[in-house]
């Protein structure tokens, strides 16, 4: 009776203390989907109430808002209203928008997974945190689904659980310190089926945090060097730049929104101009390129200050082929980082071990950058506007090839140098005889080869020692007297 009554106290105990902490992610994870959709809704608002030609009253703002929102996850959208009645894609998502959603889920989850304040799971800190984001995103995307910007359906349920898993599990593990340990146990079993040599696994377990950082240093610098692109390009086209932002709308309000849109596009501003420098460049719509090589003439575009600052079409000049000073850069920092992970350290990484790492951190380099290029760009419109941005495909492998071309011998490089700079001083003379040693073996066999004697260089011998000569130490006795 004892027995059972304790098992069914701690039974009761555990539905009392699993029920509010689940019900406590959830109400966490709406939370961070009510912030952003209240943030989206007060600029919209805001903007609308400025707006001296309102076309809507508040409730297509509020649609409008929802839209952008779900915009910000990636989402597609639809614009049903157009000039010739079809409906048009929306695809680009500005890339600052998306900050606000992954933040706040991010910091959603980390509170819930906290282990100095809640005692609860991982799993349930994340099941729960994500379940109520997506409650609220699925009413927002019924919601906005009756404006005039729809958003598709396909696109919605693939890219906003995408996110909010992603960023929330980034949460969780930041919460528990993120600790370089084991995996999770999906991910470890998945890992573990995978038919890979152990020399890889092995590779990869002790070389991989080294690798990601050199991976991406080299991927920052390609966006770091691609936002200077831009900033370049935007100063010498400075008067075009200025007259598109005046001729897009003569209201205050209006010029207001523009700038605010422009300043959210300009981390994909940054990876147009990184997709420049490695040389594929970016389509203006289908069938036009503008790269370092060349530029094709771009149809007619809408009036945008950052459109205005695309290069002028013909061929290239020594001045756009002075951009490939920029992947030089990434491929430069990407073997620095890497040829210092590998001098450093207990014991130094051999020279096919170096180059390895330089490689597997270039292919890396190449995936971040293509997923970058993925996210930056998108359809615009339909047939001319159906291409927008870079190729994500011909991105990456762009910067695999010139981030490995450079990577791999300038980590080879700063290893040697870095070992060299730290080996002992005494190591030389050693060395030195060594290879003495090596010389004259090999010059030995090749007179034996040529049917000869083997010729040894004759050592002089050593000169004989001088014979002892015994030395009285003892004072000399002074001569006696013999009369005394």
Not at 377 to 402: C, D, K, Q
Request: proline share 8%; with cysteine.
């Amino acid at each position: 009776m004892t027995h059972m009554t304790d098992d069914a106290g701690s039974l009761t105990l555990y539905r009392k203390q699993a029920a509010p902490g689940l019900g406590t992610c959830l109400l966490g994870g709406a939370i961070a989907a009510g912030l952003g959709l209240g943030a989206f809704a007060v600029l919209v608002m805001g903007l609308w109430i400025s707006s001296p030609y309102p076309d809507s009253g508040p409730g297509g703002a509020l649609h409008v808002a929802a839209a952008l929102w779900l915009l910000a996850h990636g989402t597609e959208l639809i614009r049903t209203e157009t000039l010739s009645g079809a409906p048009a894609p929306v695809g680009v998502t500005p890339l600052l928008l998306l900050a606000l959603p992954a933040w706040l889920v991010h910091r959603a989850a980390r509170d819930a997974a906290d282990p100095d304040e809640r005692a609860m799971g991982v799993r349930t800190a994340l099941a729960g945190v994500v379940g109520g984001y997506l409650l609220v995103a699925t009413a927002a995307t019924v919601y906005a689904a009756g404006g005039e910007l729809s958003p598709s359906w396909l696109s919605a349920t693939a890219r906003v659980p995408l996110l909010a898993v992603a960023a929330a599990g980034f949460g969780v593990w930041t919460a528990h310190g993120r600790p370089p340990g084991p995996l999770p146990g999906v991910v470890r079993r998945a890992a573990d089926g995978l038919r890979v040599p152990d020399a890889v696994r092995r590779f990869v377990r002790e070389r991989g945090a080294a690798v990601g950082r050199a991976a991406a240093a080299g991927a920052a610098v390609l966006v770091g060097g691609g936002a200077l692109l831009v900033g370049v390009s935007v100063v010498l086209h400075g008067g075009l730049v200025r007259d598109a932002f005046l001729d897009v709308t003569t209201v205050w309000s209006g010029r207001f929104a523009v700038l605010l849109l422009a300043l959210a596009l300009v981390p994909n501003a940054a990876v147009w101009g990184a997709a420049y420098g490695l040389g594929p460049g970016f389509a203006l719509g289908a069938g036009t390129v503008v790269g370092p090589l060349g530029a094709d003439a771009a149809p007619l575009l809408p009036a945008f200050p950052l459109l205005a600052a695309v290069p002028e079409a013909g061929d290239g000049s020594p001045l756009t082929w002075a951009v490939g000073v920029v992947p030089v850069a990434a491929g430069g920092v990407l073997g620095s980082f890497l040829g210092r992970s590998a001098a450093d350290g207990e014991a130094a990484w051999s020279l096919g071990r170096t180059a390895l790492g330089a490689g597997v951190a270039a292919v890396w380099c190449g995936v971040a950058c293509a997923g970058l290029a993925g996210m930056a760009g998108g359809p615009m419109g339909v047939r001319t506007l159906s291409e927008f941005g870079p190729v994500w495909w011909f991105t990456g492998l762009a910067a695999v090839a010139w981030t490995g071309v450079v990577g791999v011998p300038v980590a080879l490089g700063v290893r040697w140098w870095r070992v060299r700079a730290t080996a002992p001083k005494g190591e030389g003379a050693p060395k030195r005889e060594g290879r003495l040693r090596r010389w004259v073996w090999w010059r030995r066999k090749r007179d034996v080869a040529d049917g000869g004697e083997a010729v040894v260089p004759a050592v002089p011998p050593l000169p004989a020692a001088p014979p002892a000569v015994p030395r009285d130490y003892l004072p000399e006795a002074e001569p006696r007297d013999p009369l005394s």
